[in-house]
């Protein structure tokens, strides 16, 4: 079975924190750090792109020596840089620098005194009051350690949705490739498209006798068989992901795809709708008295108690039911809608590729337009553009698209927001620009109040168009900033302002939430990858699943326009 990236990803991690624990160089910590955040949301598994003999070095983040890593990695399991650091200092130490609170010296104190490894041993300690007496840790230190603890188990419980796919593709195919099975579909809150999964729910339909269940047991992913029935079991995955499987008959298919793709609220709320009529529904089918009336697909049982089919991504219990049943459910977009990517990176600054590489890349994914946005300088990372190199590449672009056809480049920037609300470049510069992406890139700590009043002085701007990545969260790595986001919603409506759905794995923001608040509030959207290489620009579903989730149609986002209505929407009255 090959090895999945989340897992390279987390020996990565696993390295870059133990290296960092024994003080190594800054920059070697964070380019560990930055290969595992590549290798965690990137679309296609590493194993594959090594089997087929791919460059790696193609990757972001990735030199010649990472790819060498990798390689080891896929071909041997095994990662000896990191084999050799854990002969020195415990492995587990890693861990504790997940806990909110615990930075590498912290930990390291925390070991020479203690000999705390574990977070185990870490919640024996601080619960039994041994850590307070520590230097520089104190009674308040502590407490924010068991709080931080609490919330570590919270945080790994669930898998983000782009990952958990990886794992349900190799699991659907293997167990579809098992004598008797008919069909596997993953049901639950994988289907329901949620930015992470608790667990994956497997429906499997399959004749009596299939063999499925051993099947699932050989899978060489699974660690441990924690229940197994004739029709249900449920396993754990070395990943620490948990599934639930189920037999069903063809028969009950559709009942069953409904119960189990849930959510929880939105089965009571129908289960209600047959509770009227005195029928009974549950996994098997629709029941009046003993009679199955429908249970075959969804179609027919939603039709059957009066609704139209729901989208799983509409299941939440948040009026979907009552719209179903009046037949006033929004038609969703989707990926095929989409006309062009409205935020990428190119090698000016912290991309990989020439302009040129990613609008031809662009093109042969059918796109009409793509906008470059290079970030402006506040970004010291990369060294952004300055009003001198942003001109020279507005300059680069117009000729671009005389050459290039096919696609129409657009010209824009991710300009930063600064502390004070202004933005990162004189007007007279950004003028020059079709449109503007404007992003929170620092000062993350200020109150809600300030947050929030800093970015609507950007918004005054009458050069602001679009407000990257809202909220500013990174998926398992920062909490959003805080921030008033129904306040910026009424201000981005007032001004003709409009809200990035940034589909980056790693963001995903807005999420569902707030996708379904922008729609309610009458605010435009785009949704847009965030891409530094091309073959980041396939991240784009992941945005429109949040978007689908928020209820939201092609009319709602603007990329689904060609070019001269999408300019026209984002100008500002
Ligand atoms: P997750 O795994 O936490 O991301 O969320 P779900 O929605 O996948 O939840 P899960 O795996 O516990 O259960 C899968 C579906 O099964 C759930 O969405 C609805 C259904 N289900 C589970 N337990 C109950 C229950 O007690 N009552 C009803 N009506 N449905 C249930
Ligand atoms: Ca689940
Ligand atoms: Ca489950």
Not at 130 to 146: H, N, S
Not at 199 to 212: C, I, N, Q
Not at 513 to 529: L, N, P, Q
């Amino acid at each position: 079975m090959p090895v999945h990236n989340a897992e390279i990803a987390d020996l990565f991690e696993r390295l870059g924190n133990l290296l960092e624990l024994e003080g190594a160089n800054p920059f070697r910590v964070r380019a560990y750090r930055a290969a595992a955040r590549t290798v965690r949301g990137y679309p296609e598994s590493m194993a594959d792109l090594v089997g087929s003999g791919a460059d790696l070095h193609q990757l972001p983040n990735i030199g010649g020596d990472l790819a060498g890593k990798i390689q080891t990695v896929v071909e041997t399991g095994r990662l000896p840089l990191l084999e050799e650091i854990e002969s020195r200092v415990p492995g587990q130490l890693s861990d504790l620098m997940a806990v909110e609170g615990l930075g590498p010296k912290r930990v390291r104190t925390l070991y020479d005194e203690l000999h705390i490894r574990s977070v185990e041993d870490l919640r024996r300690a601080a619960t039994s009051g041994r850590i307070r007496a520590l230097p520089g840790f104190g009674e308040k230190t502590e407490q924010k350690i068991i709080a931080g603890l609490d919330n570590l188990s919270v945080r790994k419980g669930r898998t983000p949705l782009p990952e958990a796919e990886e794992t349900a593709r190799s699991l659907v195919a293997w167990l579809e490739a098992c004598k008797g099975v008919r069909e596997v579909t993953v049901a639950g809150s994988f289907r329901r498209r949620k930015d992470t999964v608790g667990d994956l729910d497997m429906l499997v339909v399959a004749g009596k006798r299939s063999g499925v269940m051993d099947r699932l047991r050989s899978f060489d992913e699974v660690r441990e068989v924690v229940s197994a029935g004739e029709k249900r079991a449920t396993v754990l995955l070395r990943s620490g992901m948990q599934v639930d499987l189920r037999v069903v008959a063809g028969v009950s298919k559709g009942a069953a795809l409904l119960y189990f793709t849930g959510s929880k609220p939105h089965n009571i709320a129908i289960r209600r709708l047959a509770v009227d009529r005195k029928w009974k529904l549950n996994e098997y089918g629709l029941f009046r008295g003993k009679r199955r009336i429908a249970g075959r697909t969804e179609k027919e049982v939603y039709g059957r108690l009066g609704m139209a089919w729901v989208p799983p991504e509409l299941r939440e219990d948040r009026g979907e039911v009552e719209a179903a049943k009046r037949r006033r459910l929004p038609k969703l977009v989707r990926l095929e809608h989409i006309r062009g990517d409205l935020h990428c990176h190119t090698s000016a600054t912290d991309g990989r590729l020439s302009i040129e590489k990613m609008a031809r890349a662009a093109a042969k994914m059918g796109y009409r337009y793509l906008s470059i946005n290079d970030h402006t300088r506040h970004v010291t990372v990369a060294g952004g553009l300055d009003a001198d190199k942003l001109l020279r590449q507005i300059e680069a672009i117009d000729r671009l698209n005389e050459r290039v056809d096919g696609i129409t480049i657009l010209k824009s920037s991710e300009v930063d927001i600064l502390e004070d609300g202004s933005l990162d470049l004189p007007d007279d510069v950004l003028r020059h620009l079709d449109f503007t992406v404007c992003a929170v890139h620092y000062g993350f700590g200020l109150s809600r109040e300030k947050q929030t009043e800093r970015i609507l002085r950007a918004m005054d701007n009458p050069c602001f168009n679009i407000l990257a990545h809202p909220t500013g969260r990174l998926i398992r790595e920062r909490a959003p900033y805080a921030v008033d986001l129904p306040r910026l919603m009424e201000g981005a409506r007032e001004r003709g302002c409009v809200m990035e759905v940034n589909a980056h794995p790693a963001r995903l923001d807005l999420n569902d939430e707030g996708c379904r608040m922008a729609r309610d509030a009458g605010v435009r959207v785009v949704i847009s990858t965030d891409a530094h290489s091309d073959s980041d620009l396939r991240y784009l579903r992941f945005g429109v699943d949040q978007a689908r989730r928020g209820w939201m149609t092609a009319e709602d986002v603007l990329n689904t326009r060609g070019v001269r209505a999408l300019k026209q929407a984002l100008r500002r009255s």
